[in-house]
Nanobody, 121 residues
């Protein structure tokens, strides 16, 4: 199966920046959409940003203008540059990929383990 390994989370002050990385590995034939979701304690998991293999992006209204999603198709990696961070951005951030695997039929969604982002002074 696909393994999604995330890195880059941590503690940052309001107004600061972090860059999250996620690399997919496994018997991957192709990956369509990759993205980031986040979940704060006691709240529903919400979409942050997605990006297709062709580079089309979508962002949650709450992060538009502050976050930028990008990917490296050759490396099966997706990144999230987070600028002007606010306390409301504090959450566990999850990487996701919609992938087709070798010896399987169709595509399915895969999820990373999550990485903690804490924005606090």
């Amino acid at each position: 199966q696909v393994q999604l390994v995330e890195s880059g989370g941590g503690l940052v002050q309001p107004g600061g920046s972090l860059r999250l990385s996620c690399a997919a590995s496994g018997s991957i034939v192709s990956i369509n959409t990759m993205g980031w979701y986040r979940q704060a304690p006691g709240k529903e998991r919400e979409l942050v940003a997605t990006i297709t293999s062709g580079g089309s992006t979508n962002y949650a209204d709450s992060v538009k203008g502050r976050f930028t999603i990008s990917r490296d198709n050759a490396k099966n990696a997706v990144y999230l540059q987070m600028n002007s961070l606010e306390p409301e951005d504090t959450a566990v951030y999850y990487c996701t990929a919609n992938a087709r695997l070798r010896a399987t039929w169709g595509r399915r969604d895969y999820w990373g383990q999550g990485t903690q982002v804490t924005v606090s002074s």
